[in-house]
Nanobody, 123 residues
């Protein structure tokens, strides 16, 4: 499985940004997709997850109500729509995938990772 994240950039506080993750490989229907982020000087943290085979989603409390994870089956792409951004959302964002054998709330053990895309939120 190969993952290619894109869409990062500079945005003002209160603004919105949508990240994309192009997914390639076989048996995509067997995957669970996640977004993670690593802020400067902090450990990587879970952001959101979605099942490729369905539309069940799960979010970290810090982004619930502001971020939306979705996937487009025709484009083999996972999205992270981010709204009401604050400087605390500044981070490198990564998309990841693992076999859909575990709960959406599982925050570790992802097998496949894309390169990160930087999101900077200015105050």
């Amino acid at each position: 499985v190969q993952l290619q994240a894109s869409g990062g950039g500079l945005v003002q506080a209160g603004g919105s940004l949508t990240l994309s993750c192009a997914v390639s490989g076989r048996t995509l229907n067997s995957l669970k997709m996640g977004w993670f982020r690593r802020a400067p000087g902090k450990e990587r943290e879970f952001v959101a997850a979605i099942r490729w085979s369905g539309d069940s989603t799960y979010y970290a409390d810090s982004v619930k109500g502001r971020f939306t994870i979705s996937r487009d089956l025709t484009k083999n792409t996972v999205f992270l729509q981010m709204g009401s951004l604050t400087p605390e959302d500044t981070a490198v964002y990564y998309c990841a995938a693992e076999k859909d054998l575990y709960p959406l709330s599982r925050r570790s053990g992802y097998d496949f990772w894309g390169q990160g895309t930087l999101v900077t939120v200015s105050s």
